[in-house]
């Protein structure tokens, strides 16, 4: 079956523009995750969505960033007012139903903000 | 959340077995210890999962002691194609928030 999908695939966008990121998980699979890799790093973790519950939003590094998660499966990843720092992968992965199980991830997008 | 500490990098030829160790001193006793693969320009992918003693797949092989305080993965007769950074994660069984850190960047030569 389908894997996770993220779009775009790459974004170059200026200092002060926002910027919207795209997730869809495996169909069926209740938990999803955002993560961020800056060059060289390990994945950051962002934020959390489980089924209906309200989403863990503990890693989100400043109150520019949110994200949503639509009827349960796609999400989008908000930035607003990027800044350089910003520049990274921003890596989406879904997995059935809990945390502990595996995590199926996309294959990212890579945002450049000039 | 129970931290880990695995080497930053390693280095082998093909052919040889490779063994990645990684500590998480604090880790509790619901808590599953996983292991991802990420290639560059990559999501990182599963590996391997165990809560004790040894676990085998057809990619890799995992030991955890009694305690629990550490693990090892066992990469048999590595490829040119595992050259890749390997993630080791305590999940939490209780919690949801995962870190990644910066894993161990293996580099396979011939």
């Known amino acids: 079956g389908a894997g996770v999908s993220q779009s775009p695939s790459n974004k170059v966008t200026e200092k002060g523009k926002d910027v919207e990121l795209r997730c869809d998980p495996i169909?069926?699979?209740?938990?999803l995750y955002w993560y961020r890799q800056s060059l060289g790093q390990g994945l950051e973790f962002l934020i959390y969505f489980q089924g209906n519950s309200a989403p863990d939003k503990s890693g989100l590094p400043s109150d520019r960033f949110s994200a949503e998660r639509t009827g349960g499966s796609v999400s989008t990843l908000t930035i607003q007012r990027t800044q350089q720092e910003d520049s990274a992968v921003y890596l989406c992965?879904?997995?059935?139903?809990?945390?502990?199980?595996?995590?199926?991830f996309g294959p990212g997008t890579r945002l450049l903000v000039l | 959340l129970a931290k880990t500490t695995q080497p930053i990098s390693m280095d082998s030829y093909e052919g040889q077995e490779v063994n990645i160790t990684c500590s998480h001193n604090n880790i509790a006793t619901n808590d599953y210890i996983t292991w991802y693969q990420q290639f560059p320009s990559q999501g990182p992918r599963f590996i391997i999962q165990g809560y004790k003693t040894k676990v085998t797949n057809e990619v890799a092989s995992l030991f955890i002691p009694a305690d629990r305080k550490s693990s090892t993965l066992s990469l048999p007769r590595v490829s040119l194609s595992d050259t890749a950074v390997y993630y080791c994660?305590?999940?939490?069984?209780?919690?949801?928030?995962?870190?990644f850190g910066k894993g161990t960047s293996l580099l396979v030569t011939p």
């Open positions: 169909s069926g699979h209740t938990a």
């Open positions: 992965a879904s997995s059935l139903a809990r945390a502990q199980e595996t995590q199926y």
């Open positions: 994660l305590v999940v939490e069984n209780s919690g949801y928030a995962l870190n």
